[in-house]
């Protein structure tokens, strides 16, 4: 069974702080990577996708991928209220196959 | 900007009965997808669609399950005989290449009595 862990949450941090949102896989063969952000009772929405080994800043989000060590992370600077969500991370075996998610860790900023 | 649209938006149905959700993936996209979240629990992928057939699909996707392409814009999920553990919030997604990225629809609501 291929695992997509997240950290737990859920995470709170103050308006503008830095949060950071992780995120293992099990599956060596892994390809893509993505970060969804999920409002309560709405659909996935694609934050960032990253495909090879470092940073990708896009924003005020940058995203870390080192497959070495099968770990993916968010970062989201100068954090919002509006930022305030579930994140989800989603991981794909294959460029055509299924995308497979991990649980997501609950995100609250602080005005 | 071209989106995933699904109807409906929510469903209200009796066990048992057979239910059809459907879905128009962007365009111009050749990979489709079904997946379900359960409330409060994480996205589950049930089936993915190529080339007018089922390229992969999980578990979860049985006998009661089926997908179809009707026409050129339309991608369905049938449940043929609904369960309440059913009832979850069902996301239709599309991606044009194969190394791109899944948009996802609005998802329908479906709630199973």
């Known amino acids: 069974q291929k695992e997509v862990e997240q950290n737990s949450g859920p995470l709170s941090v103050p308006e503008g702080a830095i949060a950071s949102l992780n995120c293992t896989y099990s599956d060596r063969g892994s390809q893509s990577f993505f970060w969804y952000r999920q409002y309560s009772g709405k659909s996935p929405e694609l934050i960032m996708s990253i495909y090879s080994n470092g940073d990708k800043e896009d924003g005020r989000f940058t995203a870390q991928l080192n497959k070495a060590s099968q770990y993916v992370s968010l970062l989201i600077r100068d954090s919002q209220p509006s930022d305030s969500a579930t994140y989800l991370c989603?991981?794909?075996?294959?460029?055509?196959?299924?995308?497979?998610f991990g649980d997501g860790t609950t995100l609250t900023v602080k005005p | 900007e071209p989106e995933v649209t699904q109807t409906p938006s929510h469903q209200v149905t009796q066990m048992g009965q057979e239910v059809i959700l459907r879905c128009v993936p962007i365009?111009?996209?050749?990979?489709f997808y079904w997946y379900r979240q359960i409330l409060g629990q994480k996205v589950e992928f049930l089936v993915s669609?190529?080339?007018?057939?089922?390229?992969?699909k999980s578990e979860i996707f049985d006998d009661q399950f089926s997908v179809e392409r009707p026409d050129g814009s339309n991608f369905t999920l049938k449940i043929r005989s609904t369960k309440l553990e059913d009832s979850a919030m069902y996301f239709c997604?599309?991606?044009?290449?194969?190394?791109?990225?899944?948009?996802f629809g609005p998802g329908t609501r479906l709630l199973v009595l």
């Open positions: 997604a599309s991606n044009r290449g194969a190394e791109e990225t899944q948009y």
């Open positions: 365009s111009n996209h050749l990979y």
């Open positions: 989603a991981v794909k075996e294959t460029n055509a196959g299924k995308s497979t």
């Open positions: 669609f190529y080339n007018n057939e089922i390229s992969e």
